[in-house]
């Protein structure tokens, strides 16, 4: 489709739809009703001008190379996306930053007993798939950020490699010590899998992808269908980012020129043990010479043989060498300036960089990034002026560790805190349900934008879709299963507290955010309001996650073919964009955050009462144990003692501290509620900018400069709310410091970080208080 200006179709056929002035005003939460009137025609002309043809063209140019860190096809991108902002009217630049990217050199997995075979490490390319042809511009299937290494050891099968294997292969009393590890994707992030597995006394780790959790179990394997074929490896980065993300040589700091950086040697992020990727074709020579007990049931994939744990007869030989380079990124910041309180900040963001082509991850996000800036950059010739400054970036080196948005964010930390109010991400998109994940302070918000958007396919709002799923309605709302296109676990079967929100009030509860994308560093860092949306559900990236495969070729035959959910996702975060920018009152719900948060304790004195009455039962076996050992006088073995059974934590602090949040909310939902009545009259005459500038700042409150215990000595990730958790990467933990001390079993540091946390919840009301106090005076006439 020709791009040009569509500056008379807005004159003529936009203006001639039916004017919302002219019905009943609208009813949009922070505007007065004057202005919810003049936001809902502005949004109605957004929401017609994202353009399917144009995003499908975007795709094809951005993916006809590979276009990881360091290739100069992701430098052409980004100076591609600088041109085509600027052409959209926006204020835009490139930010560069210099970053340790390694790229391998040398790679071997061998089995030398009892007998031989060389994975091949290689994916072929596909018939009828062009650009799975360019292996002279590939990068090879490795995990960056893996230690290099030369190792020969017995090999030892650790399922998905999770912390909680290690204790089955402790009751069989198998031990990986002096041995190379096998673990399949899933379930974990890849770069928990060599972290347990070196804290175990591994020398190495070898992950592969069973056909059971992204293969031919799934469905057709591609080209034939969308999973993953024998040959195909996932990509990525193994780096331990539940440390810190960014840079492994500048934690803290951006990764600019002149940075001071680390040595190699003491980069804390970067793994113990040799890691490589391999495909299940490569795997399955090397788990059939696996012997010793059969594999138990949960931990079986779908390869034809019967899968043994170890160790040996099986011996491997693991080689990999890297080249340590300091490889530059580009990252593409645009900016519409706001008219009335510019220094309040609205930030969208989604990475270009892709491990090889990367069609979905991340350019299915990509292209409705674009089509948003060139919608608003139509509405502003026709007009519209938002009220804040609105900025988009296009971040380079996510794939590697959310390198362009962490090191952007270190750089700039003082500024982005001084006026960032919201941080919007997208990332892998495709066809189905609305997924939303963020700070619940968003949560009502961003269900009122879901139901303004309609599904491209049903006679339903995108938010009414996804109540049916909710509901149990998912096949009647045309649902479908399938995973994410991460293909492993984030926060999909967490509990509640782990992965759910409140959902008050008929809203559809927002999943709490982990890592794996960039929001990471706003949320967790800088304590920035953050959200991340996609839609998903009825098509399956996991197949091709992260290999040669996820291209044009397969997005546009196994994905959004005619990109009508990219189009969907364009006008749902444009549209959160423009009532963030627009809103009289900044859109923020203190009650929701306040129930949310309570759940969360009370699933933490859950946790800890199993955890005593878990310790309790296991001594009480040991004591039947022993008198069946007494009653026998033949029975020889000798009891295991006696666990300690953990004390009584004491949570009135945390409960105490929520009393008071929830005060503070409610007199910020009286302020709210005055301030709206009668059409929001008196926002309508008010000066908002105090009031709007202390209400971004709360976020800010949940946070402690101090970060999380035992994160290393960066106190890098400082929400205490939220976090990724340490033995899972990508999947969140809700109250980190007490969740994980409970799990750890460090009674001690729980009792201490239920009190650090209830003063971080005090501080929070303390912001909620002082912005219904301004709200008050400025709207008390």
């Known amino acids: 489709m020709k791009r040009f200006s569509v500056l008379a179709i807005l004159s003529f056929a936009l203006l001639a739809l039916p004017g919302l002035s002219q019905e009943r005003a609208p009813n949009i939460d922070g505007f007065a009703s004057a202005s919810a009137a003049n936001e809902a025609q502005w949004e109605q002309k957004f929401r017609a001008l994202p353009s399917a043809d144009n995003m499908r063209e975007d795709m094809r140019r951005l993916t006809l190379h590979p276009h990881h860190v360091g290739s100069p096809y992701d430098k052409d991108n980004a100076e591609w996306l600088l041109a085509q902002m600027k052409s959209y009217g926006w204020d835009a630049h490139i930010e560069s930053f210099n970053v340790l990217f390694p790229t391998p050199k040398e790679r071997a997995?061998?089995?030398?007993?009892?007998?031989?075979?060389?994975?091949?490490?290689?994916?072929?390319?596909?018939?009828?798939?062009?650009?799975?042809?360019?292996?002279?511009?590939?990068?090879?299937?490795?995990?960056?950020?893996?230690?290099?290494g030369d190792v020969t050891a017995p090999l030892v099968y650790v399922n998905y490699g999770a912390p909680a294997d290690y204790e089955e292969l402790d009751r069989l009393g198998i031990s990986v010590k002096g041995a190379i590890v096998i673990a399949r994707y899933g379930q974990t992030w890849r770069g928990i899998k060599p972290k347990v597995a070196g804290e175990h006394g591994a020398v190495g780790c070898?992950?592969?992808?069973?056909?059971?959790?992204?293969?031919?179990?799934e469905g057709d394997a591609f080209p034939e269908g969308p999973y993953r074929p024998k040959d195909g490896v996932q990509r990525g980065s193994v780096a331990d980012m539940?440390?810190?993300?960014?840079?492994?040589?500048?934690?803290?700091?951006?990764?600019?020129?002149?940075?001071?950086?680390?040595?190699?040697?003491?980069?804390?992020?970067?793994?113990?043990?040799?890691?490589?990727?391999i495909s299940y074709a490569d795997a399955q020579p090397l788990l059939e010479a696996i012997k010793g007990p059969v594999a138990p049931q949960a931990w079986r994939g779908a390869l034809g043989i019967t899968y043994h744990v170890g160790p040996g007869p099986a011996k491997v030989h693991l080689k990999i060498k890297s080249n340590w380079d300091i490889k530059p990124i580009y990252?593409?910041?645009?900016?519409?300036?706001?008219?009335?309180?510019p220094d309040v900040w609205i930030i969208r963001g989604n990475h270009h960089d892709a491990w090889v082509n990367g069609a979905d991850d991340p350019i299915s996000g990509q292209v409705s990034l674009l089509e948003e800036a060139r919608s608003m950059g139509e509405l502003v010739k026709a007009g519209w002026k938002p009220k804040r400054t609105i900025i988009y970036c296009s971040w380079d080196g996510e794939e590697p560790g959310l390198l362009g948005s962490t090191e952007f964010a270190e750089t700039h930390a003082e500024e982005l805190k001084q006026h960032a109010a919201v941080y919007i991400n997208?990332?892998?998109?495709?066809?189905?349900?609305?997924?939303?994940?963020?700070?619940?302070?968003?949560e009502p918000f961003i269900n009122d934008v879901a139901r303004s958007i309609q599904d491209p396919e049903k006679n339903m709002t995108v938010w009414q879709r996804d109540s049916l799923r909710r509901a149990g309605g998912g096949a009647a709302a045309g649902g479908g299963g399938g995973r994410g296109g991460r293909g492993e676990a984030a926060a999909a079967g967490a509990p509640a507290g782990q992965a759910g929100g409140g959902g008050r009030g008929g809203n559809f509860p927002i999943s709490a955010l982990g890592s794996g994308s960039d929001y990471t560093v706003f949320l967790d860092f800088l304590g920035i309001a953050s959200m991340d949306l996609r839609f998903g559900g009825e098509s399956n990236s996991a197949g091709v996650y992260h290999s040669i495969y996820d291209d044009f070729y397969w997005f546009t035959k196994f994905d959004d073919p005619n990109y009508i959910y990219g189009r969907a996702l364009a006008q749902t975060i444009g549209t959160a964009v423009m009532r963030m920018a627009d809103a009289d009152l900044l859109p923020y719900d203190f009650n929701t955050l306040t129930n949310t948060v309570r759940q969360y304790e009370t699933e933490l004195e859950t946790l800890a009462q199993t955890e005593r009455d878990q310790a309790i039962a296991r001594n009480r076996q040991l004591d039947e144990g022993v008198f069946n050992a007494i009653a026998d006088p033949q029975e020889k073995s000798v009891p295991p003692p006696h666990e300690d059974v953990p004390p009584y934590l004491n949570f009135a602090p945390l409960r105490n501290s929520l009393d008071v949040l929830a005060r503070a909310s409610d007199h910020y939902a009286r302020a709210h509620d005055r301030a709206m009545r009668g059409g929001g009259a008196a926002i309508a005459s008010a000066s908002l900018t105090q009031v709007n500038n202390q209400l971004a700042h709360t976020e800010r409150a949940l946070t402690d400069e101090a970060g999380?215990?035992?994160?290393?000595?960066?106190?890098?990730?400082?929400?205490?709310?939220?976090?990724?958790?340490?033995?899972?990467g990508y999947g969140v933990k809700t109250i980190p410091a007490v969740r994980e001390a409970i799990e750890q079993k460090d009674w001690k540091l729980a009792d201490s970080q239920i009190v650090r946390v209830a003063g971080v919840l005090e501080k929070e009301a303390a912001a909620i208080d002082g912005a219904a106090t301004a709200l008050e005076q400025v709207t008390t006439h």
Do not use: C
């Open 109 to 148: 997995v061998e089995l030398v007993e009892p007998t031989k075979f060389v994975a091949k490490l290689q994916e072929p390319p596909v018939p009828g798939d062009p650009t799975s042809n360019q292996q002279a511009e590939q990068l090879p299937s490795y995990n960056a950020y893996s230690i290099d």
């Open 426 to 442: 997208s990332d892998n998109s495709s066809r189905g349900f609305l997924n939303v994940s963020g700070s619940h302070t968003l």
């Open 242 to 277: 539940p440390m810190y993300p960014g840079d492994p040589l500048t934690p803290g700091v951006g990764a600019t020129e002149n940075a001071k950086r680390l040595d190699i040697k003491d980069a804390a992020t970067i793994t113990k043990i040799p890691v490589l990727p």
């Open 331 to 341: 990252d593409v910041i645009s900016k519409l300036q706001g008219s009335t309180e």
């Open 708 to 728: 999380l215990p035992n994160r290393g000595n960066y106190g890098w990730f400082k929400h205490m709310l939220y976090a990724p958790g340490f033995y899972t």
């Open 206 to 217: 070898i992950i592969y992808s069973d056909p059971h959790d992204d293969g031919y179990f």
